[in-house]
Every structure is written in C-alpha cells, then in structure tokens.
C-alpha cells in the first residue's frame, strides 16, 4: 500500500468515526430526495403498488411525500437544534414508516437475482429508498450515543442461547427445502407434480434462471435457504468475524460490520413479519374462521399445508435473524465502550 493510499485510508476511516456529526444532514438530504420522488411519481401519474398489487397505489405517492416531508423537518431540527428528546421520538416514529414501506424489498432483491424483473420499477425504487432512509434516521436518533474508543475485539462466538436460535432457524427450513426440492426433481408433494409446478413456474413469468435450474433439479429458493442458513451461521461463528482460510486471498482479515448485517437486517425486517403474519392467517384457515385459498392446489387443504411449512421457515428463521443480528452487533463493537449490554 503506498502513502498516498494509507492517507486515503485514515481520512476515510476518520471522516466514518465520526458519522455523528454528519448523519443528520446526510438524513435532510435523503428526506428531500424521498419528497421529491414521491412528489415526481404524483405528478407524472405513477403508480406505486405495494406488496404486488394496485391497491391504494394512487395515494401512496402522497404518502411518500408526506413522510420525506416530515423526515426533512425533523432531521432538519436535529441539525439547527441538536437531538433533543422530543427529536428523537419523532425520528424513531418516521423510521418505522419508512420501515413500512421498505417491508418486502429482500423479495425484489431475489426476484432480480434469479434473472425475473420487478412488478414495478417505481415500486422497487421506493422501498430501496425507504430503507436507506429508515437506516439513516435510525442512525440519526443513536447519533448521541459515541463509543469510548476503537479497539477491535478478538473473533467470538455467540452465547449457547444465540447458537440454540441459529439451530432453530436451520432446522426450520429443512422441511421447506426437502418440499422444494421433491418438486425440483420430479417428485409429488401436496398433490402436485413436479411437471405440474414446472408448468406455474413457467405461467407465472419465471425467468429462464430459475427454469433452468428447476430442469436440472435445483430449486433456486432451496438454494437461496442455503445461503440464508450460512449467513446465520456466519452472525453466531468466529468466522463470520474474521475471513476463515477457505476464502483464499481474503483470510485473516477482518469482515466489515456491515457485510453480514445489511442482509441479516433485511431479511429480518421482512421475513419475520411476513412468517408471523402468514403464520395468523394459517392458523385462522385451519380453525376455520377464514377460507383458505386454493391457488395453484388442488384443494384448500394442500394448499394449507404448504402455505405452513413455508410460514413457519420464514417465521422461526426470522427470529432467528433477528437474535444472531444483535448478538454479531454486541460482539463487534469497540472494546472499550464504557457500557457493553448483556446478551
């Protein structure tokens, strides 16, 4: 590494410990540019369906503006005025706005890594915008809080209780991933072929990706399970810290912070929810106080198994997310922060 590099280094890591100082402009500006769009999307006619359908899509752009709007007034404030408390509860109360609206994002991500286009491209670019935004408020609201120092912790593993929700949350996927896969390989399950779940792939708009996989055998969400449980594990190991020797030119160094936790944190944010909401509604259906939908079933009762081995995975392994999160957070702060909460 040459001189000039190592100062670009220091001044970049100088300038990112003290994001404190800066958040809460950067959060002003994200409030304008979220307003804008919002406003933008109203005017040009844009709709912006949420969660696949065009429900309420025509006040939502209204709703975006609103929510720019008062990010920007509020993060405002915490420039002119500093964080005081009432900021701070607002700030927290708009993060979960646009945590609302990010919901179901990590389901665009996979759409597009499985080759398939977005539903809406106005709609994508929302609640990516919304979820950069939530970050930032949250940030902003924590902006007070610096740590004592920068010592980098030695390589841990999570406590037995975090590593006992890790097994869960794998555990709870092997029934989705043996369903998957019995269908992938022509296999029948819930009164369903493999050939007859080829053909709704085909008829829903799957991509070519995931037909070709599905011909070989290999169903793409399975796969996308797999690397769901390697990221958990890697937010409960030591080797989720530090790049294990495998990793070829990487090992021995330090994994940045945010690399496991931006996915862990997206995909928390929208599988838990979306299990634990799955999960009501399954169990509504089988106490019969509401109808289950066929869908692509034959009858509602295939359809009713299926829908609860896919919202118990989504709903064990979102809590699951959750948990290994905090406790990769807790291990890779600083070591000499004055206070260190109880995992």
Partial sequence: MTSDERTMKALWSDWWQRWPRWVAKATVLWAVLYAG??????LSGTSLPYHGTDSGASGLGWVVVAVGALAALVSGAVVLYGLRP???VLLWVVCALAGIT???LLMDVITLMLGQGVGSRASAVNKALSAVGAVLLAATARSDRQ?????VRAPSAAPPIVRLAAWAGTLAFVPYAVMKLVWASGGTFAGITGEEMLAISQRNGA???????ESWGLDPTALLAVLGV???WGLVRPWGQVFPRWTLFLRGRRVPRWLPLAPALLGAATLAPYGVAGVGYLALATADVVTMRRGDFHSSGDALLVGWIGMVAFTVYGIALIIAARSYWLRTRPADQT???TE
Avoid at 147 to 151: E, K, T
Avoid at 207 to 213: A, G, H, M, P, V
Wanted: proline residues 0%.
């Fill in 37 to 42: 769009f919002g406003l933008a999307c109203v």
């Fill in 86 to 88: 009432a900021l701070r």
């Fill in 102 to 104: 990010a919901f179901s």
């Fill in 147 to 151: 740590s004592a120092g920068s010592a």
């Fill in 207 to 213: 991509s070519e990706i995931f037909l070709t996989l």
């Fill in 230 to 232: 390697f990221l958990l």
């Fill in 339 to 341: 206070t260190v909460a």
